[in-house]
């Protein structure tokens, strides 16, 4: 069957998922999350996108984007997901396939979901039992959220202003924000992500005023 178009424009936000084919970890240790990291950074730097959270797993990752005009989500994530396997293939000594089919992208309706599809990533680790808060995962954006790491290459700026104009208590409403998170119902959740039901339900118009301007660094 041909697949679907992908919706593309400047100031769109997607959750991505991608995942290891069959299953299998696409990251073995710390060097493959930072090579992950350098990628991103790079292709920040190429396509001029805004990362506003990620999850780092064994054999899947999640990202928050959000677009600009330089690049369509699918030519940012062809750039990623291709480096990344070459520099898998290249230091694990295999060949082939590194993931599993293309990338999964889900349009995100920002003024209703946004904040509930940043909270589910960071939720992540805790959901599959990894850790039991969400502060112990080492490879996830909740840390530099909440001032425990710092990522240079992550925009928590739109998140948290978003929990309260007032930045002298952003992190305790975010940290308490994702606290009552633990309580969803998780599956119930994928599962409306994952069916679109956080999509925008009206047809979106490039460079609307509701969209802003994006400027490259």
Same mark, same amino acid.
Request: charged share 30%.
């Given at each position: 069957?041909?697949?679907?178009?992908? =919706?593309?424009?400047?100031?769109?936000?997607?959750?991505?998922? /991608?995942?290891?084919?069959?299953?299998?970890?696409?990251?073995?240790?710390?060097?493959?999350?930072?090579? *992950?990291?350098?990628?991103?950074?790079?292709?920040?730097?190429?396509?001029?996108?805004? =990362?506003?959270?990620?999850?780092?797993? @064994?054999?899947?990752?999640?990202?928050?984007?959000?677009?600009? !005009?330089?690049?369509?989500?699918?030519?940012?994530?062809?750039?990623?997901?291709? #480096?990344?396997?070459?520099?898998?293939?290249?230091?694990? +000594?295999? /060949?082939?396939?590194?993931? @599993?089919?293309?990338?999964?992208?889900?349009?995100?309706?920002?003024?209703?979901?946004?904040?509930? $599809?940043?909270?589910?990533?960071?939720?992540?680790?805790?959901? $599959?039992?990894? $850790? !039991?808060?969400? !502060?112990?995962?080492?490879? /996830?954006?909740?840390?530099?959220?909440?001032?425990?790491?710092?990522?240079?290459?992550?925009?928590?700026?739109?998140?948290?202003?978003?929990?309260?104009?007032?930045?002298?208590? @952003?992190?305790? *409403?975010? =940290?308490?924000?994702?606290? !009552?998170?633990?309580?969803?119902?998780? +599956? #119930?959740? #994928?599962?409306?992500?994952?069916?679109?039901?956080?999509?925008?339900? #009206? +047809? =979106?118009?490039?460079?609307?005023?509701?969209? @802003?301007?994006?400027?490259?660094?």
């Amino acid at each position: 069957m041909p697949r679907n178009p992908r =919706l593309c424009f400047e100031g769109a936000f997607y959750h991505i998922t /991608s995942r290891g084919d069959n299953k299998e970890k696409i990251f073995y240790n710390e060097w493959d999350r930072k090579a *992950m990291f350098s990628l991103l950074k790079e292709a920040k730097s190429k396509f001029c996108f805004r =990362l506003h959270a990620y999850t780092l797993m @064994q054999n899947h990752f999640h990202f928050v984007i959000e677009t600009s !005009e330089k690049g369509t989500i699918s030519e940012i994530m062809h750039h990623i997901n291709g #480096k990344y396997t070459k520099h898998f293939n290249s230091v694990h +000594k295999r /060949s082939g396939h590194l993931f @599993q089919g293309r990338f999964h992208g889900v349009l995100i309706d920002k003024d209703n979901y946004l904040l509930e $599809v940043t909270r589910y990533v960071h939720l992540n680790p805790v959901r $599959v039992g990894l $850790v !039991e808060h969400p !502060e112990e995962y080492k490879w /996830s954006s909740y840390r530099h959220y909440i001032g425990l790491a710092r990522n240079d290459f992550v925009d928590k700026e739109l998140i948290l202003d978003m929990i309260s104009p007032d930045r002298s208590n @952003q992190v305790t *409403m975010y =940290l308490n924000f994702t606290k !009552e998170g633990l309580k969803l119902d998780f +599956k #119930k959740f #994928k599962d409306g992500l994952y069916k679109g039901a956080f999509s925008p339900k #009206k +047809k =979106l118009i490039p460079n609307e005023p509701k969209y @802003q301007e994006i400027v490259c660094n």
